[in-house]
């Protein structure tokens, strides 16, 4: 029997999947079966597609995609072996030959590269800063997607949406990576994106324990994704949907500590004389606050600094860290830093990165749970050395 209450999204998250079965199991079970019965017809999942065969509709990664609806405030969703996967088949969905695709040069750097390498099968990328102007005059009649970041990386602009919305005036498909804040702090599909894409990777699974991605969206986009999918093989596997349920609980939780360790970070960070600029959106000092201000409920738990010097300086700052893991990736309980100019960013040209400030000085930190003193002693030991 499903719950009949109106629930607020912190609780969905934890009970939205709905599952119940014969033994009064409260927990979604892993459905590792291959195969399902079929004897004529094929069982039908709830959104009416055949349950044969888990490349195609697994039970477990479909409790999953339902929690992830409600959080998204979209009629369905789709998940994915890895974010990249779900970006792929977007891509392969919504692009055809002669077709023109708008992606800011500032976003995951294998998102752009992918964009780029499909000039292969005659589509055009057309790769902008980012700036709701630029997205702006590049939107043609030829253009069939606008793909931006709600926040950028790793240098956390923000770009003013309702402009870029206004400005493709319903001609293009419009898809905002929400990774970096998660259906806690944004919701892309209420401020009119046609489709939400998230690394579930980050901050949705958050333990740094699983790969993989997601789509929101319309019920007749998501079917045709279904189809992508399946073809394409790049379903998330049950075990990994099932650590995402059980990371998703905690999401809200999670995230509320990790903003509130953010702020304390940043404002340290703000004050030390090793640092030359520190990028939060939240920090009242920040270019983009108003704007953050005006879409999130929050900045989330990425920092972006640079320290004082150049490659030598940003190195060593990774090389002395002993709490906080030289890593790429974000989201997770374990506190990361990243060095994006050899990471992320390493594929974006040479011009954007420039007009960007994406420099050899520059440090991304994924705030962790760890008790945020801890995280700062930490920096703090590391920034001696240079
Ligand atoms: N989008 C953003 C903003 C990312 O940072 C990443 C990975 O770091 C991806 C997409 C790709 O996700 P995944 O690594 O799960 O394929």
Not at 93 to 109: H, I, K
Not at 125 to 140: D, G, N
Not at 288 to 300: E, M, S, W
Not at 312 to 326: D, Q, Y
Request: charged residues 25%; contains cysteine.
């Amino acid at each position: 029997m499903g719950i009949s209450l109106k629930l607020n999204d912190e609780t969905e998250a934890i009970h939205g999947h709905d599952y119940h079965d014969e033994f009064g199991s409260r927990i979604p079970s892993i459905h590792l079966s291959a195969m399902f019965e079929q004897r004529g017809e094929a069982n039908k999942s709830d959104r009416n597609v055949d349950l044969k065969y888990s490349r195609e509709e697994n039970p477990t990664v479909r409790y999953l995609e339902k929690v992830i609806s409600k959080l998204e405030k979209a009629e369905d969703s789709l998940a994915f072996s890895s974010g990249m996967a779900a970006i792929a088949s977007l891509y392969l969905n919504s692009l055809s030959s002669g077709d023109e695709a708008v992606v800011t040069c500032e976003a995951y750097g294998t998102t752009v590269k992918l964009l780029e390498y499909l000039s292969k099968f005659g589509v055009k990328a057309k790769i902008v800063l980012p700036s709701a102007e630029e997205i702006a005059s590049a939107v043609t009649k030829d253009t069939k997607l606008v793909f931006v970041e709600s926040m950028t990386n790793p240098t956390l602009k923000v770009i003013d949406l309702d402009h870029v919305k206004d400005s493709i005036k319903g001609k293009a498909e419009f898809v905002i990576d929400n990774t970096f804040l998660s259906p806690v702090l944004f919701k892309p599909i209420e401020r009119g994106a046609d489709a939400v894409i998230e690394s579930l990777t980050k901050y949705i699974s958050g333990h740094n324990d699983v790969i993989g991605g997601i789509i929101a969206g319309k019920k007749e986009k998501i079917l045709q994704l279904w189809e992508t999918r399946r073809m394409t093989g790049s379903i998330l596997s049950p075990f990994n949907a099932y650590l995402t349920l059980r990371g998703l609980k905690t999401l809200y939780a999670r995230i509320r500590i990790q903003q509130e360790s953010s702020l304390k970070i940043a404002k340290y960070l703000l004050n030390n004389p090793k640092i030359e600029e520190v990028m939060y959106p939240c920090l009242e000092s920040d270019p983009y606050y108003n704007l953050a201000k005006k879409y999130f409920n929050g900045c989330g738990g990425v920092i972006s600094f640079k320290v004082k010097g150049g490659k030598e300086e940003a190195i060593t700052v990774l090389k002395n860290l002993k709490l906080i893991i030289p890593s790429p990736s974000l989201g997770g309980t374990e506190s990361i830093m990243t060095y994006p100019v050899l990471s992320a960013s390493s594929s974006l040209n040479d011009d954007c990165k420039k007009k960007l400030g994406i420099t050899e000085n520059l440090l991304r930190l994924s705030v962790g749970l760890e008790n945020p003193e801890d995280i700062i002693s930490d920096l703090e030991e590391a920034l001696s050395f240079i």
